[in-house]
């Protein structure tokens, strides 16, 4: 699979190098800022099928290495093909129970609990970055589609 930059502002492309991508199955992926090392990181998070278990494995590419690294595993799977959340350094999944955290600077997974409100089913939950914050939002079956609770977390 081939990855690539787009920077729309100077009509750039930038194709990244390739990696040993055997076994591989994408899940999830995002692109974010590490400002603690003046880097832009594209990280790829995937899933391996390991000794009966599923394992997810993550592939980190640096702009300004120009090199892909891999870092410690994810701790749980994100849903599947879902494109991270960046917000201060921080790119965001969501995953069945709780929230992924991946801090670029240090390039370490944290996990973040759902509020208590959303302890009821989960049909359309998403991640969003909305006024320099990280929110939630959770849609019900029982709710109408115009409808939603929402939870902003400044968590970090």
Request: with cysteine.
């Amino acid at each position: 699979m081939t990855w690539v930059l787009w920077n729309p502002l100077i009509q750039e492309l930038y194709e990244l190098p390739g990696y040993d991508c055997a076994d591989l199955h994408l899940q999830a992926s995002g692109l974010g800022y590490d400002c603690a090392h003046d880097d832009y990181k594209v990280v790829r998070i995937d899933e391996i099928h390991h000794n009966g278990s599923y394992v997810y494995k993550t592939l980190v590419y640096s702009l300004k290495f120009d090199s892909w690294k891999w870092i410690k595993d994810c701790p749980c799977g994100p849903r599947q093909f879902s494109q991270g959340v960046y917000l201060n350094g921080i790119l965001y999944w969501m995953s069945t129970h709780f929230i992924i955290a991946l801090d670029l600077s240090t390039e370490d997974y944290r996990q973040l609990s759902f509020p208590s409100v959303f302890s009821g089913p989960r049909v359309d939950l998403g991640i969003r970055n909305e006024f320099g914050r990280v929110g939630w939002m959770l849609g019900s079956k029982l709710q109408l589609l115009d409808t939603a609770t929402g939870w902003m977390g400044d968590e970090r």
